[in-house]
Every structure is written in structure tokens, then in C-alpha cells.
């Protein structure tokens, strides 16, 4: 059976493009130039996974994915969001949202994204989880002690429970190696 893919675009030759490419690849393609299109389609289909563009007139890609991660029917369907240069913020937001993944549009060849998307269907909804990460920092190695103390963290305990900070950290895609965005948080009272 083919695997069917629901293209979110706006732009035409964008949307052209990947539809050509995806059903060389032997895709059912379906596709929507804007959320509430979107919307309506997923009302009768259901896609094995879904392309969204975030930046759309009408309704945009993070209210789309909204509707589709809070309908029981449709909330397992892995969403792979695009974006213009992946930014942290969008990248923060789509996967509180639920996205399974993203992808820059600007640096991300249409080959890349074709991997990506046979990746993510073949993977379990399970593994599917996209995540930012806790990490643990031990405050007697390296620049620990010299960053607590710039930063006023008091031994990266939490300044109102005590408890041990952590440092989470949030994927950003808009470079080429790994790199994140980074924040410490209390686990105890999670701020
Ligand atoms: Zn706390």
C-alpha cells in the first residue's frame, strides 16, 4: 500500500515541487495552500504523515498542527513542520505543539526531506517524540563554578525550593552541526 503524504503550502511552486518529487518516490499525494484547507481534507483523510509550512495566510502551521494534536483521530499522525530558517522560537513552539520534526526550507535539500519523511513513517509513534533534553551540570567541572557565579546561581540550586537546577536544552536547526539553545530550570517547581 502507498503511503500517503498531505502537503501544507502556500506557495504553489513550492507545493509543485515536492508533489512531483514525493510521487516519483511512489507518495499518494494530497495537498492544501493553507490551514483551513487543511483542516477541511483532514475532516475525510488520514494521511500517514503530514508536511506543514508554518507560515501560511488564512491559518497558519501552528494552529493547524493545534487541531490535529488535540483530535483523538488525528493526533497520532507525525507532523514535519517547515520553516523559513528554523529560528529557536519556531523550533521551541512546534514541538510543544507536538511537531515530530522540522525542517529549514532555506538549507534542507528536497532529497533530504524525502529521507526524512521515509525516516519518520517507518519509525513507531513511540520513537516519534521530539524533544528538547534535561541535563544534569556538575558544579565542580570546568566553567561551572565561573558561569553560577556570573549569573548569580547560587551552586545551580533553585532559588526558591533548592532544588538542583538543570539545564534544558532546545534544538535549533537553523545551523549545520548539532547546536541548541540552552536555559536552567528547577525540575521541582518547572521554571
Ligand atoms: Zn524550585
Given at each position: 500500500?502507498?503511503?500517503?503524504?498531505?502537503?501544507?503550502?502556500?506557495?504553489?511552486?513550492?507545493?509543485?515541487?515536492?508533489?512531483?518529487?514525493?510521487?516519483?518516490?511512489?507518495?499518494?499525494?494530497?495537498?492544501?495552500?493553507?490551514?483551513?484547507?487543511?483542516?477541511?481534507l483532514?475532516?475525510?483523510?488520514?494521511?500517514?504523515?503530514?508536511?506543514?509550512?508554518?507560515?501560511?495566510?488564512?491559518?497558519?502551521?501552528?494552529?493547524?498542527?493545534?487541531?490535529?494534536?488535540?483530535?483523538?483521530?488525528?493526533?497520532?499522525?507525525?507532523?514535519?513542520?517547515?520553516?523559513?530558517?528554523g529560528?529557536?522560537e519556531?523550533?521551541?513552539?512546534?514541538?510543544?505543539?507536538?511537531?515530530?520534526?522540522?525542517?529549514?526550507?532555506?538549507?534542507?535539500?528536497?532529497?533530504?526531506?524525502?529521507?526524512?519523511?521515509?525516516?519518520?513513517?517507518?519509525?513507531?509513534?513511540?520513537?516519534?517524540?521530539?524533544?528538547?533534553?534535561?541535563?544534569?551540570?556538575?558544579?565542580?567541572?570546568?566553567?561551572?563554578?565561573?558561569?553560577?557565579?556570573?549569573?548569580?546561581?547560587?551552586?545551580?540550586?533553585?532559588?526558591?525550593?533548592?532544588?538542583?537546577?538543570?539545564?534544558?536544552?532546545?534544538?535549533?536547526f537553523?545551523?549545520?552541526?548539532?547546536?541548541?539553545?540552552?536555559?536552567?530550570?528547577?525540575?521541582?517547581?518547572?521554571?
Amino acid at each position: 500500500m502507498r503511503n500517503k503524504v498531505l502537503l501544507v503550502e502556500d506557495s504553489k511552486a513550492v507545493q509543485q515541487m515536492y508533489k512531483n518529487k514525493l510521487t516519483l518516490e511512489q507518495f499518494q499525494v494530497l495537498t492544501a495552500d493553507n490551514g483551513m484547507e487543511a483542516i477541511k481534507l483532514l475532516s475525510q483523510e488520514k494521511p500517514d504523515i503530514i508536511l506543514l509550512d508554518l507560515m501560511m495566510p488564512i491559518m497558519d502551521g501552528y494552529k493547524v498542527l493545534q487541531v490535529i494534536k488535540t483530535e483523538p483521530r488525528l493526533s497520532k499522525i507525525p507532523v514535519l513542520v517547515f520553516s523559513a530558517k528554523g529560528q529557536p522560537e519556531e523550533v521551541e513552539k512546534a514541538i510543544t505543539l507536538g511537531a515530530a520534526g522540522y525542517i529549514v526550507k532555506a538549507t534542507t535539500k528536497p532529497n533530504e526531506v524525502i529521507e526524512k519523511i521515509k525516516t519518520v513513517i517507518s519509525q513507531k509513534p513511540t520513537e516519534l517524540k521530539f524533544s528538547r533534553y534535561s541535563i544534569e551540570i556538575r558544579e565542580d567541572a570546568y566553567d561551572a563554578k565561573k558561569l553560577a557565579d556570573d549569573f548569580n546561581m547560587e551552586n545551580f540550586r533553585c532559588t526558591s525550593c533548592q532544588a538542583p537546577l538543570l539545564l534544558e536544552l532546545i534544538p535549533d536547526f537553523s545551523h549545520e552541526t548539532p547546536w541548541f539553545t540552552g536555559k536552567f530550570f528547577c525540575p521541582r517547581c518547572s521554571q
